[in-house]
């Protein structure tokens, strides 16, 4: 869970109580802690050599005693510890050493020497808290607090990132024996409560919520008590008793209000919730709840929000160069089943691509146009030979092409593949020299949440009955079929379709209702619209007044207040874009509508009564029809 923490150092008390609990926390989990301390750029006012000097000089033997201190404490506790001592601005310095040294945890006090007031949240430290690559624990120093956790309380709301916290939570509760509570909100607005109904739920209500507010609450099974069901299996598997606990109102203020009812030592909750559950930045509530909660709260990330592009692009497979034969770049698209060719001159450098769809759209123009829906294997397969004789790459190639470089962070690559309508696309560095792909299916696969449930890699498949097979006509779909795909029901719970669509071959998963008829599909593309921001709207944090306006009832003042956002769940990420064809409908003529549609690279066959048989790939259909 924690293999690496770094410690905040700047000597005040929170930060001492920060290197403290880390100590404890590393006894429990055999973690190496690294103290860090930053020493800060010289203010404008420093106007000597002298004087830039001696400042320097009594920070870095101010900082040498307090890592001595620690050090030692480590060495006298057994634990492996080491120290760093950076320059420049504190927060942007921190935030690099926690990537660079592939931490897994930053731990900080709530505020440094300069905090105006006792319970105000310092600059740095909310600036670390919003913008950490890797999950963040801040400490707020109590009188007569020995540095561990005795009572945690966890944050659930069924999101991807919620049940990152939800393990960490659990991970934390049976290494240090600490209890656990489970606290799930239930926003009373118009919103929360259609997004609940959409979901095929209703709410579980405590009874002291009153007559009024349960007759608000559907009277079904709740998404919410799904999420709940789930988190006290996965509890007992890992041998932790919890207890859970449901109230309503606005989440930040639930969340903190019961956590000082409980007098909990630390709060853990996602840093992103359903809306943007991948985004750099902490979300409002996350950001409201550091700001109010009274005990340390950690602020759980995803695993995956701080790659880059290079961290999980593919090498290029298939590569050629302009005066290649496009016999030779067919084969490699038909026989080795390339989905994407790199052209490159003698340098390396990429100067075109090439597709099967773009090929075909070049030199048969009539097939995206559907001028001959019913031409036959073998007449389009000499057509294509004839086109493409004695004819070189160069001629065929893209040459405006839509690059990405390896430096590119991994949600910004996933949002330029959606906004290009690209499934994958190649890395290039400065010199545009080609490094390798990234792809739809690489970043879902990063991202897809770790603790899944194994109900996931048991989905079933779709299931095709044997004997229709003497139904379907020639030259039909119906020997193109892909028939492995596997289903998954609408009602199921998000982390299932995320962690399905994942472990598909094809990274493709069909929706299906309650009675097993075809509702849709969800694959990479709709899990990243719907999953990752569309925009970057984080801002920085406001200081002063304005600050302390969003802390208060005032809040909405400051544009601050929380808007209520609908759950993710299986049925939000349904695509239904993907064609649908019947048992015997005609290869070309599939094809001509997928091409024409140009919505999706799938097409589903269904049965007379709606039920899927199988799919159809577009690449699958077009090398059918080429190679007859």
């Known amino acids: ?106 731990m900080i006090g709530h505020a440094g020497h300069s905090a105006p007031w006792e319970d105000e949240i310092g600059g740095t430290a909310s600036q670390l808290l919003l913008r950490s690559p890797r999950s963040v624990l801040m400490i707020r120093a109590r009188e007569g607090w020995n540095g561990r956790f005795g009572a945690l309380m966890v944050g659930l709301d069924g999101s991807p990132v919620g049940w990152e916290a939800f393990d960490t939570a659990l991970a934390l509760a049976a290494r240090t024996h600490a209890s656990l509570i489970i606290i799930s909100v239930v926003e009373q607005s118009g919103a929360a409560t259609r997004a609940m109904e959409a979901g095929a739920s209703g709410v579980m209500v405590k009874p002291e919520m009153g007559t009024a507010a349960q007759a608000t609450q559907p009277r079904s099974p709740s998404l919410l008590t799904q999420v709940q069901a789930r988190a006290v ?91 290649t034969p496009l016999t030779d770049a067919l084969a490699l698209l038909l026989d080795g089943e390339a989905r994407l060719v790199s052209v490159t001159d003698e340098r390396g450098a990429l100067i075109g691509l090439l597709t099967l769809t773009t090929l075909v759209h070049r030199l048969r123009p009539a097939l995206s146009e559907r001028r001959e829906p019913t031409r036959s294997p073998e007449e389009a397969r000499r057509a ?112 299932e379709a995320l962690a399905a669509v994942a472990r598909a071959a094809n990274g493709l998963v069909l929706v299906v209702d309650d009675e097993g008829r075809y509702d849709g599909i969800i694959d990479e593309r709709s899990v990243l619209t719907r999953a990752l921001p569309s925009e970057d709207r984080s801002t920085p944090w406001r200081m002063g007044l304005t600050r302390l306006l969003t802390r208060s009832h005032m809040g909405a003042l400051a544009g601050e207040s929380e808007r209520v956002v609908e759950p993710i769940t299986t049925a939000s990420l349904v695509n239904r874009s993907a064609q649908t064809f019947t048992l015997d409908t005609p290869v070309a003529d599939a094809l001509a509508r997928m091409i024409a549609a140009d919505e999706s690279d799938v097409g589903v066959a269904l049965t007379t009564d709606g039920r899927p048989i199988g799919t159809l790939w577009r690449g699958t259909a077009l090398r059918a029809l080429i190679r007859g």
Not at 68 to 97: C, I, K
Not at 395 to 409: G, L, S, W
Request: aromatic letters at 4%.
């Open 384 to 495: 294509m030979e004839r086109l493409l004789e004695g004819r070189a790459v160069r001629e065929a190639m893209i040459t405006r092409m839509r690059t990405i470089q390896p430096e590119t962070p991994l949600h910004l690559a996933a949002r330029f593949l959606i906004s290009n309508r690209l499934t994958r696309a190649p890395v290039v560095d400065a010199n545009r020299r080609l490094l390798g792909i990234i792809s739809e299916r690489d970043i879902v696969r990063t991202l897809a949440p770790r603790g899944a449930s194994s109900s996931a890699e048991s989905a079933p498949t779709a299931a095709f009955p044997a004997e229709m097979d003497g139904q379907a006509a020639a030259g039909s779909v119906s020997a193109l079929l892909d028939r492995s795909i596997p289903l998954i029901e609408w009602s199921a719970h998000v982390d």
């Open 1 to 106: 869970m924690f293999t690496r923490i770094v410690v905040g150092l700047d000597g005040s008390r929170p930060a001492d109580a920060a290197a403290e609990a880390a100590l404890n926390l590393s006894g429990a989990f055999g973690s190496e802690v690294i103290f860090a301390s930053v020493i800060e750029e010289q203010p404008h006012y420093v106007s000597t050599s002298e004087e830039a000097s001696s400042e320097d000089a009594s920070a870095k033997a101010y900082y040498g005693a307090l890592h001595d201190r620690w050090m030692e404490q480590a060495a006298r506790l057994g634990v492996p510890a080491r120290s760093a001592l950076l320059e420049g601005h504190e927060a942007r310095q921190l935030l690099q050493f926690v990537a660079d040294s592939q931490a897994d945890l930053l």
């Open 233 to 323: 299996a996965r509890a007992a598997s890992a041998g932790v008793s919890l207890e859970l606990v449901t109230v309503d109102g606005p989440v930040s203020d639930a969340l903190t209000h019961m956590a000082q009812e409980r007098d909990v030592d630390l709060l853990i909750l996602g840093a992103t919730g359903h809306e943007r559950p991948w985004s750099p930045t902490a979300g409002g509530t996350a950001r409201k709840v550091m700001e109010e909660a009274r005990c340390a709260v950690m602020l759980v990330r995803s695993a995956g929000s701080d790659l880059k592009v290079s961290d999980v692009m593919r090498p290029a497979s298939a590569i050629v160069q302009p005066d």
